[in-house]
């Protein structure tokens, strides 16, 4: 019996996660993905790993330049998802549309302003794993702010709850 893709993007999307944009320099221009396959891997060395779509343009990109930056959303940033989840073209316009604005690290990995998290990823493994590839980066930086986070749950964007006593 074959698993009926329907319900397993249901069993999935039932576990809840943050939103990250996956940021990465490409040729001088900032490239973003939104993207909530992103979990923590190993502590010694501080290992991440995010999958992406081999036909996200991001895919490519992140083979070429070898190092990105792993922007953790706040709750206050669903437009700024919702913009790097559409397949444009460019990202021209990022600020207009999303108001999405970026400073650069010294490796010139673009930080998205307002994010709860920044982490500082050079790729350490790759990994073919179906019709994604897993990308497994060691952490360089990390930059913490307070705030509250972008949650994504049954396909729909939440906010938290009250903490559970
Ligand atoms: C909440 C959310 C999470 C997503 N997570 C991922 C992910 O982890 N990996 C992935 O490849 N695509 C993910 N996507 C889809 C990409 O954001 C989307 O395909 C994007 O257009 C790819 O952009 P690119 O072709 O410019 O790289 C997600 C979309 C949403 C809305």
């Known amino acids: 019996m074959r698993l009926d893709p329907v319900?397993?993007?249901?069993a999935m999307g039932s576990f809840a996660t943050?939103?990250?944009?996956?940021?990465?320099?490409?040729?001088?221009?900032?490239?973003g993905m939104t993207?909530?396959?992103?979990?923590?891997?190993?502590?010694?060395?501080?290992?991440?790993l995010v999958c992406v779509d081999r036909r996200a343009r991001t895919h490519a990109h992140l083979h070429a330049r070898q190092r990105f930056g792993v922007n953790v959303l706040a709750a206050n940033q669903r437009p700024i998802s919702e913009y790097y989840a559409r397949p444009f073209q460019?990202?021209?316009h990022a600020e207009e549309e999303a108001g999405a604005r970026f400073d650069r690290t010294t490796h010139g990995?673009?930080?998205?302003?307002g994010a709860l998290?920044?982490?500082?990823?050079?790729?350490?493994?790759?990994?073919?794993?179906?019709?994604?590839?897993?990308?497994?980066?060691e952490v360089e930086d990390v930059?913490?702010?307070?705030?509250?986070?972008?949650?994504?749950?049954?396909?729909?964007?939440q906010a938290i709850g009250p903490p559970i006593e």
Do not use: M, W
């Open 117 to 137: 998290a920044y982490l500082e990823c050079r790729l350490h493994t790759v990994q073919d794993a179906g019709d994604h590839t897993i990308f497994i980066a």
């Open 18 to 31: 943050g939103v990250t944009v996956i940021t990465v320099d490409f040729e001088n221009e900032i490239h």
């Open 143 to 157: 930059v913490v702010r307070s705030g509250e986070p972008l949650l994504y749950f049954r396909g729909k964007y």
């Open 7 to 10: 319900e397993f993007r249901k």
């Open 35 to 48: 993207a909530n396959a992103f979990t923590s891997v190993s502590l010694d060395p501080v290992l991440v």
């Open 109 to 113: 990995t673009p930080v998205l302003h």
């Open 90 to 92: 460019t990202h021209t």
